[in-house]
Structure formats: C-alpha cells, structure tokens
C-alpha cells in the first residue's frame, strides 16, 4: 500500500500542476477544516475532515491542519497544529508513507501559521466560509476558487490504485457488517439491534460511518431515507432495507440489500421483485463500460423495472404503453446512482469537462446524481430499485385507475420496497463488482 499511496500523491500533484499551467494561481492552500461547538455549549460536533483535504491525506482527526500545494515546489507541505492538551487523547501520528510523501511542520500560534501558509495575491484557500485564513484573503475569487475546484472536481471520478484498493476494502469491511445485520433481522432484532449489529461488525463508530445506517423494516422500506430507527421489534416481520457503509482511509462504501421474512408473511409477489430487481441489477452493472452514458443507463433502469413490473401484474399495460405513460418514476423516484469516493456523492457527477460545463440530468430524472460518460477509473453505484410510497401513488390512483394493479399494490405495500445497491469500478474491459467480491469473498 505504502507505493500504491505515494503514486497516489504523484497522481494528485499532477491534477495541481494542471491548476497551474491553465490558471493564474501559483499557491493552493487546503484546510483540514475545524471542530464547531454546539450552540450554547462546550460540547463539540463531530470533526468531519474536509474531502479535499482528505483524498490526500488519511487523517480524520487533525482538525486546523493545512495542506499547502506550490507551483514551484516538488513535496506538498503538511502544517499540522500543536496543542498541548490534557482534555483529549492525541491523534495518531502520520504513517511513514505520509512523513515520506509530505513536507510536515507543526504550529502552535497564529504568527506561526501565517509564515508557514505564506497567503499572497496568488494562493488560492479552499475551506469553510467561516474559516480565519479564507477571511484575511485579498479578493473573492481567491476563496473556493471555482475554476480551481471544477478542474479538481473533473478528475476526482477517476480513481488511483491506491483509491481503488480503499473501496474495495471499504466494501470488505461493509459487507461484513450486512451479513450480520442480515442476521440480526432474521432473529427478529429491532432497526436499532439491527444497527447495532452492524457497527459491531464493522468495527465502526456511528462517526466513522460514511453516513448514517438506514435499517427499514416492513413499510419503512419505502423511506427512501429512514433514519428514526425503532427499538422496538414490530409486532410482524415482513421485509428488511439496509443501506449502509463504511469507510477505510476516508473512502467510502455504499451497499443496499433487501430482505424478505424466512417466516409465516412471506409473499411470493414480494420475492418475484426482489428476485427481478438483483437479476436486472446485475444487467446493468455489466453495462458500466468505458464510453457508456450514464444517462442512458438510468433510463434503461426505467425500461427494465417497467417491463418487470408488467411481468408482475403490477401494470397491466403493455411495457411500452406503461413507459410511455412514465409509470416506473412513482415506483422508482431516485438516479440509478452515483460517482463515489472520498465522498459518498462524490463532486463533478454532472461536470462535463475541466472548465465546469454541466449537463443537468433530464426534467423528469431531476434526482439523478451522474450524467458522466464512464471512463476508466470511474467507480459508481448501481442501485435499482422498487417502493410503495403512498404520496407518490396516490396521485396515480386517481389518473391512472386501470393502469395498475392498486390489488396487487395494496398487498405489497405494507414490504415498503426493495432496492440493491453495489459499488461498481469501470475498467478498460469487464465492470469490477467490489460488493459481489466482497459478498462472495465473505461466503468462501
């Protein structure tokens, strides 16, 4: 790993060195980002690394350290803060291959932080707005500079070696925690125990979690993004969602699976979706190739559960007749996916070019988070899926009476919906599956 990170770096210097060869600027300065106290507190949120600071650098808990880029300069300097603190347990010190890759030095006053960063009309800060360095800057545009952060943000899609082996143990460590939080339902474990299960498993703290663990039984399911987990079992078990992650040095997994009772209440309608939506998941996964528009791949989701719903009964229609009418959108609201990374959604899914031409996703797809075209590199999810949601349908029972089952969807309905989710890195041949490895790996 040690080489796969310093190749890393070298790829991340040559992104820098583009911003300095098509821009004006000659200095960028990047904050870790600072610990914020509650309101009227002493009690300090989650630290919370800011992700151009962390796809360099692999450390969580170093708030007010700066990473300091320079035209002229062949190592990126590292200024980590100095404090003497009896309150806290310190950080853990930089691995070797950070100390090898990085110019470190420590401060412990403002003076010695103004000398080390440097600011002049030619550095650029990105940090928070509230930031004390971000606020001594000469102009606007030397803050987030946006030509700066479109060319970062274009080339963020396309992952190194060493991005790549993160997210593929990212997903190792996730996929763990599925299988026990599988388990944990099928013992009839409540959304909390479920969870709980889950960060055992991974080894996690809620904090280390790239976002908050969405465990859904029965008609929560059809939340797309249920957080108020019960703790207390329901008095029947029909179906379980879990969408959740984990993280190895800051990069992220994001896996869905859906479940349904081993049970008296199992329903063979529910488990003909369930069954359909992992088969055409998987259709589209082998279609994530190099040249592949990612927005043709969202609307062939639509194509697929259309014809899958009208297999079903679920519309009685003819599959062109129901995708014409745009049935499949009340069924299925959310994008395919997204780019993932550093970021859960990483930046630049839109971004068509380094200059930050964007290519908003169609009206009616208004919730689609990549319109990219896939190139090597590209990791994204693939994650189809199928609900009940009672606002959206509702609508559809009044124009559309005979169009649908609203029998068969009253049935389904108290399952809440299905959605499968993998992590997917497109390759100069076939698609790399990092969650089928790891699920398969894990079953070996």
Not at 2 to 20: C, G, P, Q, S, W
Request: hydrophobic residues 40%; negative net charge.
């Amino acid at each position: 790993m040690t080489d796969l990170y310093a190749k890393h770096i070298d790829n991340k210097m040559a992104v820098y060195r583009e911003v300095f060869d098509i821009t004006p600027w000659r200095k960028v300065i990047i904050h870790a980002g600072s610990e914020h106290v509650q309101f009227r507190d002493d009690v300090h949120y989650p630290f919370k690394a800011n992700p151009y600071f962390k796809e360099w650098l692999p450390l969580a808990d170093y708030p007010d350290a700066y990473l300091v880029i320079e035209a002229d300069q062949s190592l990126p300097r590292l200024l980590v803060k100095q404090v003497e603190d009896f309150w806290h347990s310190p950080a853990q010190p930089p691995a070797a291959a950070i100390v090898e890759a990085f110019d470190i030095a420590h401060y412990s006053s403002g003076a010695q932080l103004q000398a080390g960063l440097g600011i002049d009309a030619a550095t650029v800060v990105i940090a928070e707005g509230g930031d004390d360095i971000a606020r001594q800057l000469q102009r606007p545009e030397q803050h987030n500079n946006t030509e700066v952060l479109h060319i970062v943000d274009y080339h963020r899609a396309c992952k190194s070696d060493y991005e790549i082996d993160c997210m593929s143990e990212a997903n190792r460590i996730a996929v763990r925690g599925h299988r026990a939080a599988a388990a944990a339902f099928h013992e009839g474990g409540s959304e909390y125990a479920i969870h709980q299960a889950y960060l055992a498993a991974t080894e996690h703290t809620e904090n280390e979690l790239p976002y908050g663990n969405i465990c859904a039984l029965n008609e929560h399911a059809a939340v797309l993004h249920h957080m108020h987990l019960n703790k207390t079992p329901p008095a029947e078990r029909r179906s379980f969602l879990i969408d959740a992650g984990a993280t190895c040095a800051g990069y992220a997994a994001d896996i869905t699976r859906s479940y349904q009772t081993d049970g008296p209440l199992q329903d063979p309608d529910f488990a003909a979706l369930l069954a359909g939506i992992d088969a055409y998941q998987q259709q589209l996964v082998q279609r994530c190739r190099v040249g592949m528009d990612y927005l043709d791949l969202h609307l062939s989701m639509h194509t697929l559960l259309t014809r899958l719903l009208c297999e079903m009964g679920v519309f009685k229609l003819e599959p062109e007749a129901a995708l014409a009418r745009g049935l499949s959108r009340a069924f299925c609201p959310h994008g395919l996916g997204h780019l993932i990374g550093i970021q859960v959604h990483d930046r630049g899914g839109h971004q068509c070019d380094r200059q930050g031409q964007l290519r908003p996703p169609p009206q009616e797809h208004s919730f689609l988070r990549c319109t990219r075209t896939l190139a090597e590199g590209m990791v994204v999810t693939v994650e189809p899926g199928a609900y009940f949601i009672p606002s959206l349908l509702q609508p559809l029972r009044q124009s559309q009476p005979q169009a649908i089952d609203w029998s068969l969807v009253d049935k389904l309905a108290p399952f809440g919906g299905v959605r499968i989710e993998d992590d997917v890195l497109v390759t100069a041949a076939a698609p790399r599956n990092f969650t089928r490895e790891a699920f398969a790996a894990l079953v070996d």
